[in-house]
Structure formats: structure tokens, C-alpha cells
T-cell receptor, first 114, second 112 residues
């Protein structure tokens, strides 16, 4: 039983398209996150939701919009995709705000914009 | 803003030797320091963590030390094995911002 699952695992799309990545966790965690990992492996936080409420919103282009319909789901919608959006996007979840037991990461979505 | 520096960026060791990865954080309020291991093409996974009220923690071949005064923490892997080869990330949690700041990663290669 996968704890944090993301779909799709791979996404290849053309510049200018709009796409969504979905994330679901079955751990009963309160907080979910989106991270972007670039080609140099840097892990940068994008967004965090705690019980459906946005608590972290980093300096991310407003083409990126997270949506949390309930505390078990956090989706990421990206409008007007650009070449620089190519990266691996990781969803993660944690109990509380993350300083209890660390994160559980999803398996990642490799986004390639061509 | 908050920052975590991690060194070295790459590390090659012979099987059986020890490996040490060091991190320095900037936010003195940081109170929780996890380490993640990311194997090629896989997700980062938590391998060990330490809280600010503890100086050292050990779990079999891995240990983490924390020096709050110097704002340093380190990962020590003893008796390294080829399956330890991966990218390792340190992170520091800032309670004021609810954010983890990740280090830039260390690619560890254990040579058989």
C-alpha cells in the first residue's frame, strides 16, 4: 500500500500546455507539500498545505496553482508550461507541520517540457 | 533568508571506510534536522534525524551529531557498503516558517 502516491510518474508535454499532477496520502498526515527538484538535484519547496489551508507559498510563478480538496490530497496545476519547468516534482506529507517525524515523499513526477 | 550549506558535493570512499557529510544552517531557531537518502531515480527517504536538545544519535552504521553553538550537524556512515551509494540531503526545520530548508546534496559513491 503506497503511503504517498503521485500521478503521473512521467509527463512529457509541449510548451504552452496546461497540466496537472495529483498527489494522495493514506497516512492520515495533516500537512502536504510540493517540492521541485531540478537537474542539479536541488530540492526547493513550492507550497505547503496544513489541513487544507495554505501555509507556505514560496516565490513561485503564479502559473503554478496548488489545490487541496481535503487533507489527503494535494494537486498541482501548471498553466502555460515553459522549458524551465522541466524537473522532478515531489509531493510529500508529514504529521503536524513536519518537525515530528520528517517527511514521507511520493515517488516523484518527472515533467519534461519540449 | 534561511540557508543550509552542505559539503562535500561529491564523496568517493572505498567499501568498508567511513564517510562524513557536513551541514551548516543559518537559522538559530531551527530545532529539527533530518537526513534523507535518495537513490538513483527514487524518492528521498528519511534515514535518521536529530532534535536540537540532543547532541548525537546513532542507528547501527549511521550516526548524526549536532553542534548548536556552531550551527553544524554531520552524518557519519561507518563500514560503508556499495548500497550506501546515493545522494544524501540534510535539512533544517525552521519553526517560525514551518519550512524545511534542504542542503544541496552530497553524491556518495562507495567503491567495491
Amino acid at each position: 500500500d503506497t503511503a504517498v502516491s503521485q500521478t503521473p510518474k512521467y509527463l512529457v508535454t509541449q510548451m504552452g500546455n496546461d497540466k496537472s499532477i495529483k498527489c494522495e496520502q493514506n497516512l492520515g498526515h495533516d500537512t502536504m507539500y510540493w517540492y521541485k527538484q531540478d537537474s542539479k538535484k536541488f530540492l526547493k519547496i513550492m507550497f505547503s498545505y496544513n489541513n487544507k489551508e495554505l501555509i507556505i507559498n514560496e516565490t513561485v510563478p503564479n502559473r503554478f496553482s496548488p489545490k487541496s480538496p481535503d487533507k489527503a490530497h494535494l494537486n498541482l496545476h501548471i498553466n502555460s508550461l515553459e522549458l524551465g519547468d522541466s524537473a522532478v516534482y515531489f509531493c510529500a506529507s508529514s504529521q503536524g507541520t513536519g518537525d515530528l517525524y520528517g517527511y514521507t515523499f511520493g515517488s516523484g513526477t518527472r515533467l519534461t517540457v519540449v | 533568508g534561511e540557508n543550509v550549506e552542505q559539503h562535500p558535493s561529491t564523496l568517493s570512499v572505498q567499501e568498508g571506510d567511513s564517510a562524513v557529510i557536513k551541514c551548516t544552517y543559518s537559522d538559530s531557531a531551527s530545532n529539527y534536522f533530518p537526513w534523507y537518502k535518495q537513490e538513483l531515480g527514487k524518492r528521498p527517504q528519511l534515514i535518521i534525524d536529530i532534535r536540537s536538545n540532543v547532541g548525537e544519535k546513532k542507528d547501527q552504521r549511521i550516526a548524526v551529531t549536532l553542534n548548536k553553538t556552531a550551527k553544524h550537524f554531520s552524518l557519519h556512515i561507518t563500514e560503508t557498503q556499495p548500497e550506501d551509494s546515493a545522494v544524501y540531503f540534510c535539512a533544517a526545520f525552521s519553526p517560525g516558517t514551518y519550512k524545511y530548508i534542504f542542503g544541496t546534496g552530497t553524491r556518495l559513491k562507495v567503491l567495491a
